[in-house]
């Protein structure tokens, strides 16, 4: 089986490859304006694929998971919140509980990706289908296996099997990692609450492939993690964008 922990192999064709840089660096930026740093979505990129590598033997996941759908899920992964861009200081950044108004506004960054992304394809007439993984992933990662997530209060097969991966993805990573108001949990902890979301917030096959695989997530959060600096600077621009809201 392959490993996720090595780099898939450079893409040689000059357009793709500016693609590529071009969306992580999107993806960074994006980032800049919450309590993530950069290198979350570089570990989320990494979960996502290390999944799909795995999950790819599953006949639920054969036919989907080709070599094409791995490499544009993997390419596509960084900007999966996207529609954070569009989320007031006010909300995006706040330390403590959000309002059930807030709530709402934060809920929204699903929809202003996918919408942003289909009105860019109608300005232009075009359709691209190899945008379709990312308007899934940007779309639907908020969607949980129950029906009880947003926005479109999606259940089961009818989450894209792309965002499935990424829910799982996101969630661990959101629970392991520092903030700048919060300490992450530990690894094991991580595992038992994702553990607890079986067949409820995640797809029950996605969650055992993440254990079959929690070494790999593991090494994959120590390979990219975040620095004392990354943290200094978050720290600072959080300190500033609140100035500035206050």
Do not use: C, W
């Given at each position: 089986m392959e490993s996720s922990l090595s780099n898939p192999p450079p893409d040689t064709d000059p357009?793709?490859?500016a693609i590529a840089?071009?969306?992580?660096?999107?993806?960074?930026?994006?980032?800049?304006?919450?309590?993530?740093?950069?290198?979350?979505?570089?570990?989320?990129?990494?979960?996502?694929?290390?999944?799909?590598l795995r999950l790819r033997p599953?006949?639920?996941?054969?036919?989907?998971f080709t070599d094409l759908f791995i490499s544009q899920l993997f390419i596509s992964a960084p900007l999966?919140?996207?529609?954070?861009?569009?989320?007031?200081?006010?909300?995006l950044l706040k330390p403590g509980r959000l309002t059930a108004l807030e709530y709402e506004i934060m809920k929204t960054h699903t929809t202003l990706a996918y919408e942003a992304l289909i009105q860019a394809e109608q300005t232009l007439g075009l359709q691209v289908d190899q945008l379709q993984i990312l308007k899934d992933i940007a779309h639907s990662h908020q969607e949980k296996w129950d029906g009880?997530?947003?926005?479109?209060?999606?259940?089961g097969e009818g989450i894209p099997a792309s965002a499935r991966l990424v829910a799982l993805a996101d969630v661990y990573d959101a629970l392991i990692s520092d903030r700048v108001y919060k300490a992450g949990v530990s690894h094991e902890a991580a595992v038992a609450i994702i553990f607890q979301g079986h067949a409820s917030h995640f797809d029950p096959d996605v969650v055992d492939a993440f254990i079959e695989?929690?070494?790999?997530?593991?090494?994959?959060?120590?390979?990219?993690?975040?620095?004392?600096?990354?943290?200094q600077k978050k720290m600072e621009y959080m300190a500033n964008a609140i100035a500035e809201e206050a």
């Open positions: 357009l793709r490859a840089v071009t969306i992580l660096a999107l993806a960074s930026l994006a980032e800049t304006r919450d309590s993530d740093t950069g290198k979350h979505v570089l570990r989320v990129q990494h979960y996502v694929r290390a999944l799909a599953n006949p639920r996941f054969e036919r989907e999966y919140d996207m529609g954070t861009i569009g989320i007031p200081d006010r909300i009880s997530g947003y926005p479109q209060g999606l259940a695989i929690q070494d790999e997530f593991r090494a994959i959060a120590q390979r990219f993690a975040d620095t004392d600096l990354d943290m």
